[in-house]
Nanobody
């Protein structure tokens, strides 16, 4: 069974940093597509960043230069380092997995939040 478990969310002040982690199991991480997505109250799910072992990463323009996605195949984890956080970054953050396919299609799916398997999410709050 595919499982993804997010951790690392919390409360930070504007301008602060958080590092989110996603531990995956039930599939081989190598060349799988893994993404971080977020959903704020009253808004649709948004793709934040997606990566595989050969292509990417993709970042949504609003986070480029502030967020960094990385993966550790040995630990079966994918992380999202978030710096210079803004109030508009507040949301529940999810990680998700999608089997290998061509990168152009993966990017389109990432933008739409259309990956296949999902974790339960971790809350990120940005407030003074």
């Amino acid at each position: 069974q595919v499982q993804l478990v997010e951790s690392g969310g919390g409360l930070v002040q504007p301008g602060g940093s958080l590092r989110l982690s996603c531990e995956v199991s039930g599939f081989t991480l190598d060349n799988y597509n893994i993404g971080w997505f977020r959903q704020a109250p009253g808004k649709e799910r948004e793709g934040v960043s997606c990566i595989n072992t050969r292509d990417g990463p993709y970042y949504t323009p609003s986070v480029k230069g502030r967020f960094t996605i990385s993966r550790d195949n040995a630990k079966n984890t994918v992380s999202l380092q978030m710096n210079s956080l803004k109030p508009e970054d507040a949301a529940v953050y999810y990680c998700s997995a999608e089997p290998p396919r061509d990168w152009a299609a993966v990017q389109a799916m990432c933008v739409l939040g259309d990956f296949g398997s999902w974790g339960q999410g971790t809350q990120v709050t940005v407030s003074s």
